[in-house]
């Protein structure tokens, strides 16, 4: 018995749904993504044109700028040389100041003066070499910084440790005749002749423990070379006025300056100055000391 084209068609098709059912799949239209994929994704699995395989991006953010390098930034300018403040043969309060503060940190060991002189010099260099500067033996605003970082402000004696202070105004005993006028104050002594200045030094006085006697007197003895009795130290130019004490030459005041004292003496440290006025000086002579 032949069997219809019909049936055997249809038992195809039946077959064919049958095995559909029982693998799960789906008939998809071609061109429609299928279940489960990603938008935007094509069938080969890579990105539609005109779009970025970088998630959150996409060709159109980028800017044909972004693309190129971007320049260096210009250099900084180079920053400006120290600026030098005091060099050799410069004189005034700022250079007995950082003679000073070089005393504070051992690279000075003689007194202020107030001149830049060549132990100055020679100071700043070791002080510069010590802290890896240049060493110019001038100050410049870094060397300068860089010893205000290490020292202290100088008080009025540190300043003055050999002399060179102003003198004090003179006492109203001191306007008339002549008179050696001796300041405490100030640490001088004016030669003066009916109230004019005839010469000023630097003096120094006793310890607390000796100290000079203050008031009117007058010179009484002058003695060229004379030698301390008491203390067997030399006494030269001296000119006594109160019992042993006397205004003279002090080989000591001039090599330490105020680091020491007299024993009640008035010590002067300039022996030039003093020569003259021994030379000028009187037996009855006002002496003035005061502060």
């Not at 030094?201 to 010179?219: C, K």
Request: proline share 8%; aromatic share 10%; glycine share 10%.
């Amino acid at each position: 018995m032949r069997i219809p084209v019909m049936w055997r068609t249809g038992a195809v098709a039946t077959t064919v749904v049958a095995l559909v059912a029982v693998s799960g799949c789906t008939v998809q239209t071609v061109g429609t993504p299928a279940e489960g994929t990603t938008g935007g994704q094509t069938p080969t699995g890579k990105p539609p044109a005109g779009t970025s395989s970088v998630p959150g991006s996409s060709l159109d953010d980028t800017s044909p700028d972004d693309a190129k390098p971007s320049k260096p930034k210009p250099a900084a300018p180079p920053a400006p040389a120290p600026k030098t403040l005091w060099s050799k043969g410069d004189r005034g309060r700022d250079v007995r100041e950082l003679q000073a503060r070089l005393r504070q940190v051992f690279w000075l060991f003689e007194g202020p003066t107030g001149t830049y002189d060549g132990s100055t010099v020679t100071a700043v260099k070791g002080f510069q070499g010590k802290r890896g500067l240049p060493k110019t033996g001038k100050t410049d605003t870094v060397t300068w910084q860089r010893l205000l970082n290490m020292t202290r402000e100088p008080g009025k004696w540190e300043l003055y440790a050999s002399g060179g202070q102003p003198a004090a105004t003179p006492d109203p005993r001191c306007l008339t005749g002549r008179v050696l006028c001796i300041s405490k104050t100030s640490r001088t002594l004016r030669w003066m002749i009916d109230g004019r200045t005839v010469s000023t030094m630097d003096v120094r006085f006793g310890s607390q423990y000796t100290p000079t006697r203050e008031g009117v007197f007058n010179v009484y003895f002058k003695s060229r070379h004379h030698v301390s009795t008491i203390y067997d130290s030399p006494m030269p130019y001296a000119m006594f006025f109160s019992g042993g004490q006397a205004v003279h030459y002090s080989s000591d005041f001039a090599a330490t300056g105020y680091y020491g004292a007299s024993h009640g003496c008035v010590n002067v440290r300039d022996e030039g100055k003093i020569a003259a006025l021994f030379s000028q000086v009187r037996n009855g002579d006002k002496v003035v000391v005061y502060w």
